[in-house]
């Protein structure tokens, strides 16, 4: 994915003042403890309002079962996103031949195996396994912070490869879930908005793949099961750092997750990208925070 | 790796006490809230040692260069326990392949290609490229915690495949580097202690691979460049919880680390390993931390 000179020079800039440092493959950095103490105490105030939801908070790696992936439709819509895992498992020779490969700058991809696992794309996909049966009456609500990784090497700083996921899911009944997501809507707004940052909601799709994508996404739009919260970053033209979709049963009927009634759940979620989030604060405030307006410090530490 | 009966005892306690939820992977799991506050009370701990000697904090993705691990020798020394990141990259006609495969249970191994990443294998592993250059004549110390991966599925707890590990770098002068791991062995037994764990000292060795892996093994022990902290986990045969690491001139000519007279820099590090402790607290004081001795609760919390 190719990158504006309003992204690269945004990127420079925060290398220049060493809030990042890039691996050298595009979208993977290593932090500076200045950009990473922004991230956590914006990641503090969404558990505070998490929290007051009485949201169950569980913890992850950052992989999952592959056979998860396969069983969600994941790779039908989102083939190009996934990371798989593969390793090693033949003979002490081909191993001294990997060693030889790679010292030699020579391909050594052939002597990898896949492993049971993949890269969570998407913090909230470990989660629906796991409550598979009946939902007390009022349904539950649970908080994860994951690592997720997309295949997207690109220069926007916007777009990393890993990134964290602050998501908040509901699960319940029909109105129970879509009440819950506006709710949320109004509680996001006000939350960027307190940091003084630029937000509006907007009507959105996923990126899916191909040209049967096209359909899916459009799909989406009308039944208004996605929306975001949207900020300059790199340049003027928005970025996506808040995600709501309303997955409907889809999620729920995979996995048995029911209502006492014995229908089927529905279930939502809303993710804030907390790199995103830091960095719209350092594109919009400065690139010290100790030189930031005093409210918005405030409204920092909650 | 096989697993022992009193391993997968303790597992099983762990997961009737809704500390762990398994994915079905092995050495692949959530955490509960409860087994996440005490990581994170012990993390804090190790924070605050770590602040005492100044040390610079930096932040990972859970994956590195692909490169970083062909350049270092860590594919000669451990290929078995090396992940490394797949993709897709193919047509539409190719993603519609893929999808049938994942949904027919069939390999879709072929349809993935390597990326540029590969999953870090120890905490401590991106930091020397950053690195490159001459260190002021005090050296640095740099501290890290990131999610690791090492390939090696099994049923005993306290081998996870992903983990993870808080680790301080020290580089400098030779006898700098050794004075600061002595000193960090003697903190970290202390901190062990507080918490009422039986920790000792042992000369190691680092499970390098093969035949040839055997030689690497008892050089390093010859050298005394390895040692272990190791606690009692799952069973009566303790596990390491702590392990340093003097690596001499090794990643410091590799990457151009050098000291002010121009020559190379010596390095070590010592990484906790944050699931570990904490089972072996679990394991020594029971599964509810409000039960708890007040002393190691107070211990805890610093």
């Known amino acids: 994915m190719s ?13 220049r003042h060493l809030l990042i440092f890039p691996s050298g493959v595009p ?16 990641d503090t105030r969404v558990r505070a309002l998490a929290a ?38 033949g003979s002490e020779e081909e191993a001294r031949e990997l060693g030889r490969r790679a010292r030699d700058g020579e391909s050594w991809a052939e002597l990898q ?3 049971d696992l993949a890269l969570t794309p998407a913090a909230c996909y470990p989660v629906y396994p796991m409550l598979s049966g009946v939902l007390p ?66 009507q959105a799709s996923d990126p899916f793949f191909g040209r049967a994508g096209k359909m899916l996404a459009a799909g989406q739009r009308e039944q208004e099961l996605k929306f975001e919260i949207v900020v300059p970053i790199a340049t003027e033209v928005p970025t996506a750092v808040c995600s709501f979709n309303y997955h409907q049963g889809h999620f729920a009927a995979l ?22 989030v830091t960095l719209a604060l350092f594109r919009r405030h400065g690139l010290d925070p100790e030189e930031w307006p005093r409210s918005v410090r405030a409204a920092l530490d909650g």
Chains 1, 2 share one sequence.
């Open 3 to 15: 990158s504006t000179s309003e992204q690269r020079t945004f990127h420079d800039e925060l290398v």
């Open 27 to 42: 979208g993977v950095w290593a932090l500076s403890e200045v950009f990473e103490s922004v991230l956590r105490r914006f």
């Open 52 to 89: 007051e939801d009485g949201a169950e908070r569980l913890h992850f790696p950052p992989a999952l079962p592959r056979r998860l992936l396969e069983r969600t439709g994941y790779l039908d819509f989102f083939p190009h996103l996934v990371g798989t895992v593969f390793s090693f498992a």
């Open 113 to 115: 195996a896949p492993t």
């Open 137 to 202: 009456e009022s349904g539950r609500t649970v908080e994860v912070q994951n690592h997720c990784f997309r295949n997207e090497p690109s220069g926007d700083p916007g777009r990393l490869q890993f990134f964290r996921m602050h998501e908040v899911i509901r699960l319940g009944r029909p109105e129970t879930v879509l009440a819950w997501r506006t709710a949320w809507q109004h509680r996001s707004l006000a939350l960027l908005g307190s940091l003084e940052l630029d937000a509006e909601t907007v």
């Open 255 to 276: 996995f048995g997750i029911t209502l006492p009634d014995g229908s089927v759940a529905h279930t939502a979620c809303l993710g804030f990208g907390l790199e995103r």
